[in-house]
T-cell receptor, first 114, second 110 residues
Framework: DTGVSQDPRHKITKRGQNVTFRCDPI?????LYWYRQTLGQGPEFLTY????????KSRLLSDRFSAERPKGSFSTLEIQRTEQGDSAMYLC???FGGGGDTQYFGPGTRLTVL | AQRVTQPEKLLSVFKGAPVELKCNYS??????LFWYVQYSRQRLQLLLR??SRESIKGFTADLNKGETSFHLKKPFAQEEDSAMYYC????????????FGKGITLSVRP
């Protein structure tokens, strides 16, 4: 197991287009998190799943954002009608357990919206 | 609301000098505190967490509930310590999301 993986690593899109990112967590990790990081800021929480259930969503996650984890393994994050303000690094993390357990991060997907 | 404050953006020291990276937090309850590190061109990774009370790569951090602080310290900095450091907290159980500070760049000069 090589850790959390994310695909693609980079995405350039035009404003108004839809994009989808994928995250593959460490095997058997039941919790999966999405964070967004912009320049000069720490990662900000977007949403998380325990198995296939989406348990919490941040107010940062507007109606244009949707996340799924249909079989409790990989997850997708879709952004519809992208805006320039969506340009950021999108990070995925996974853990086995709950609060206080180490979250293992993926390399991130860098989104640039032109 | 949970909040993490890292008051400095950059700390530059010479090799062998002591290092202290400051972190203050706000949380109603008993938080779990972490320090994450990101080396150049690498992913974010855990450096240490308060619950394990370990010393990793010579770094230590003590949770001070009275001052709501979790400062990261190392007595003698090494060039390989140069990286971005983030302080983070989470709750327990269902409140497991991490809240990060803005991070601090540590630069250790030879």
């Amino acid at each position: 197991d090589t850790g959390v993986s994310q695909d693609p690593r980079h995405k350039i899109t035009k404003r108004g287009q839809n994009v989808t990112f994928r995250c593959d967590p460490i095997s058997e990790h039941n919790r999966l998190y999405w964070y967004r990081q912009t320049l000069g800021q720490g990662p900000e929480f977007l949403t998380y799943f325990q198995n296939e259930a989406q348990l919490e969503k941040s107010r940062l996650l507007s109606d244009r954002f949707s996340a799924e984890r249909p079989k409790g393994s990989f997850s997708t994050l879709e952004i519809q009608r992208t805006e320039q303000g969506d340009s950021a690094m999108y990070l995925c993390a996974s853990t086995f357990g709950g609060g206080g357990d180490t979250q293992y991060f993926g390399p991130g997907t860098r989104l640039t919206v032109l | 609301a949970q909040r993490v404050t890292q008051p400095e953006k950059l700390l530059s020291v010479f090799k062998g000098a002591p290092v202290e990276l400051k972190c203050n937090y706000s949380y109603s309850g008993s938080p779990e505190l972490f320090w994450y590190v990101q080396y150049s061109r690498q992913r974010l990774q855990l450096l240490l967490r308060h619950i394990s009370r370990e010393s990793i790569k010579g770094f230590t951090a003590d949770l001070n509930k009275g001052e709501t602080s979790f400062h990261l310290k190392k007595p003698f900095a090494q060039e390989e310590d140069s990286a971005m450091y983030y302080c983070a907290l989470s709750g327990t159980g269902a409140n497991s999301k991490l809240t990060f500070g803005k991070g601090i760049t540590l630069s250790v000069r030879p």
